[in-house]
């Protein structure tokens, strides 16, 4: 997998957009980005991927940077159900999924 | 939609036993995974499994584990003589394809308590 980089934790407020980053610099061309979610120790649940193109699914948005180093997944309209640690993933080769610490988002009331 | 079933979702046992995890897998799918996590710990890969047999594993999945796809449904993960360390939340997931460009479907989970 490369190596992915997020930040530890963010604050959104509730109703608002929620963007959060992640750098993957070393990703090669062929990689897709994938997005995971857990919610409070319950199984990882998948958000959206993307290769080159921004994407757009019911949960999310995912857009992704020309050179391809880094992405943002964008939560439109965050709830208090989003607050979850999220997942920024780029499995390369591999069949198993490599899971960093990835970004705790708390929706604030 | 479709889900990824795990039983049970707690088991209690004593160091040095056996248990079996089972999952049931989504019936398309053609790939399963089992994933680890320690509480407060990162989720952590153990093994994949395509065209039964073992595709790929990890260090942590050393000689004391097992996995089975015994009757086309079920799929199994065993850990012959358990140790304390192995007490953690055990997620099966499966998936059409490769987790390369495949999104990967996760159960609710076994929480693995060895005393």
């Known amino acids: 997998d490369a190596k992915t980089t997020q930040p530890t934790s963010m604050d959104c407020a509730e109703g608002r957009a929620a963007n959060l980053p992640c750098n993957h610099s070393t990703i090669s061309g062929n990689e897709y980005v994938y997005w995971y979610r857990q919610i409070h120790s319950q199984g990882p649940q998948y958000i959206i991927h993307g290769l080159k193109n921004n994407e757009t699914n019911e949960m999310a948005s995912l857009i992704i940077t020309e050179d391809r180093k880094s992405s943002t997944l964008i939560l439109p309209h965050a709830t208090l159900r989003d607050t979850a640690v999220y997942y920024c993933i780029a499995p390369g080769g591999a069949d198993g999924l490599t899971f960093g610490k990835g970004t705790h988002l708390i929706i604030q009331p | 939609e479709p889900e990824v079933t795990q039983t049970p979702s707690h088991q209690v046992t004593q160091m040095g036993q056996e248990v079996i995890l089972r999952c049931v897998p989504i019936?398309?799918?053609?790939?399963f995974y089992w994933y680890r996590q320690i509480l407060g710990q990162k989720v952590e890969f153990l093994v994949s499994?395509?065209?039964?047999?073992?595709?790929?594993k990890s260090e942590i999945f050393d000689d004391q584990f097992s996995v089975e796809r015994p009757d086309g449904s079920n799929f199994t993960l065993k850990i012959r003589s358990t140790k304390l360390e192995d007490s953690a939340m055990y997620f099966c997931?499966?998936?059409?394809?490769?987790?390369?460009?495949?999104?990967?479907?996760f159960g609710s989970g076994t929480q693995l308590s060895v005393l």
């Open positions: 019936s398309n799918h053609l790939y």
């Open positions: 997931a499966s998936s059409e394809g490769s987790a390369t460009n495949e999104k990967l479907f």
């Open positions: 499994f395509y065209n039964n047999e073992i595709s790929e």
